[in-house]
């Protein structure tokens, strides 16, 4: 996910590495803290794969500062990526939300109508966090006040997502 990080702001705009490291920080907030030990290894492979260029720039204070963009062969990785997301990042929800801020880079709305449609038959699915005899346990059924409160939570924001796929898919393909 860092790297369809950095490939979807650098399509955006050209950064140094302390704003690209705070955009995805604040993409990822406290879930995931970006290290600069993570980051910068990334941006290298990046550039060496002729994804990421970097150019250097006079910095505010006396440090010169690497401005890094993306290529062309960028920008079509990144479509590549966001064409074809891993099923992780269509049944994760932190990496869902990762591919979801950088879908608008996919130029081809029946393209991105097709990531969605993939989240929203993930979604359709039945599932939990607690099984019983292997069927899925609901919040009604939940042994405890903590784990119904999980439940209950999580079902209300699936709804709300399946209802946004639903209406964001028919605006696309509409």
């Known amino acids: 996910m860092l790297e ?15 704003e690209l490291k705070a955009r995805i920080q604040g993409l990822s907030g406290h879930i995931r803290p970006v290290s600069d030990g993570a980051l910068y290894p990334a941006i290298t ?3 060496k794969a002729g994804l990421v260029e970097q150019r250097t720039e006079p910095g505010s204070g006396a440090a010169p500062r690497r401005i890094l963009s993306l290529t062309e062969a ?8 966001l064409r074809e997301p891993k099923d992780t990042e269509i049944t994760d929800g932190q990496r869902f939300f990762t591919l979801l801020a950088f879908l608008r880079h996919l130029p081809d709305r029946a393209e991105q109508a097709a990531v969605l449609r993939r989240r ?9 966090f607690f099984y019983r005899e292997g069927k899925p346990v609901r919040a009604e059924e939940a042994p405890d006040l903590f784990r119904q409160g999980m439940l209950r939570i999580a079902r209300a924001t699936g709804a709300e997502e399946k209802r946004w796929l639903a209406e964001a898919i028919a605006t696309l393909e509409g």
């Open 4 to 18: 369809l990080s950095i490939l979807g702001f650098l399509c955006e705009e050209p950064l140094h590495g302390y």
């Open 45 to 47: 492979r990046l550039v």
């Open 120 to 128: 929203q038959a993930f979604l359709d699915a039945p599932a939990s």
């Open 74 to 81: 960028g920008r079509a990785g990144l479509q590549a990526r």
